[in-house]
């Protein structure tokens, strides 16, 4: 009940295109849900996040939808960029009670932007 | 811009040999924590403290693994002895506290034990 299920788990788009990417939970305890964006040998790098109290946010070209009945949100970039190639997570978190501030995550997605 | 220190960045062992790694988290930041990343997947929790208590460690295999964090500042991962499946990419993030405690990653100790 713990998992986030992430896909694809590879995407190639061109230059400016939207890439998509997908992430499901089981666990309806979950109240937060960042984006996480990790270059080859860096760390991960918060990139956007949601609550569950609004459906979509945007921050710049990123975008995150959220549909709490389905138990699902995704992931979206506008205009996409060379310099957007990237692995991206998702995660999960339950704000407070004993696992205060623990992130489950997702598989990873490898995002390919061609120039 | 305040950065989460880890050192070193590298490094390469042979099995049971013991290993640490350190951690410095930004400044002011209370929650602090541990992950391991298998090449190809995400991050795993190890272990998380609160100041210089251990929250939560339900996953650090402990026959092999330990952290401290003594002062509440900067903390040390220790294997102990190392094994082949241990190789793998360690991250440090510390948490800026709050109802969402914003994580912030370093930018890891990738492992090699041979």
């Known amino acids: 009940q713990q998992q986030v299920k992430q896909s694809p788990q590879s995407l190639i788009v061109q230059k400016g295109g939207i890439p998509i990417i997908n992430c499901a939970y089981e666990?309806?305890?979950?109240?937060?849900f960042p984006w996480y964006q990790q270059f080859p040998g860096k760390g991960p790098a918060l990139l956007i996040a949601?609550?569950?109290?609004?459906s979509e946010k945007k921050e710049g070209r990123f975008t995150i939808s959220f549909n709490k009945s389905a138990k699902q949100f995704s992931l979206h970039i506008m205009d996409s960029q060379p310099g957007d190639s990237a692995t991206y997570f998702c995660?999960?978190?339950?704000?407070?009670?004993?696992?205060?501030?623990?992130?489950?995550f997702g598989q990873g997605t490898i995002l390919t932007v061609h120039p | 811009e305040a950065e989460v220190a880890q050192s070193p960045r590298y490094k390469i062992t042979e099995k049971s040999q013991a290993v640490a790694f350190w951690c410095d988290p930004i400044?002011?930041?209370?929650?602090l924590y541990w992950y391991r990343q298998i090449l190809g997947q995400g991050p795993e929790l190890l272990v998380q403290?609160?100041?210089?208590?251990?929250?939560?460690d339900s996953q650090l295999p402990k026959d092999r693994f330990s952290a401290e964090r003594l002062k509440g500042v900067d903390s040390t991962l220790k294997i102990q002895p190392a094994e082949l499946g241990d190789s793998a990419m360690y991250l440090c993030?510390?948490?800026?506290?709050?109802?969402?405690?914003?994580?912030?990653f370093g930018p890891g100790t990738r492992l090699t034990v041979l």
């Open positions: 993030a510390s948490g800026t506290g709050g109802v969402y405690n914003e994580q912030f």
């Open positions: 666990n309806t305890a979950f109240d937060y």
């Open positions: 949601i609550r569950p109290d609004v």
């Open positions: 995660a999960a978190m339950r704000a407070g009670g004993t696992s205060y501030g623990k992130l489950t």
């Open positions: 400044s002011g930041h209370a929650t």
């Open positions: 403290f609160q100041d210089e208590s251990v929250v939560d």
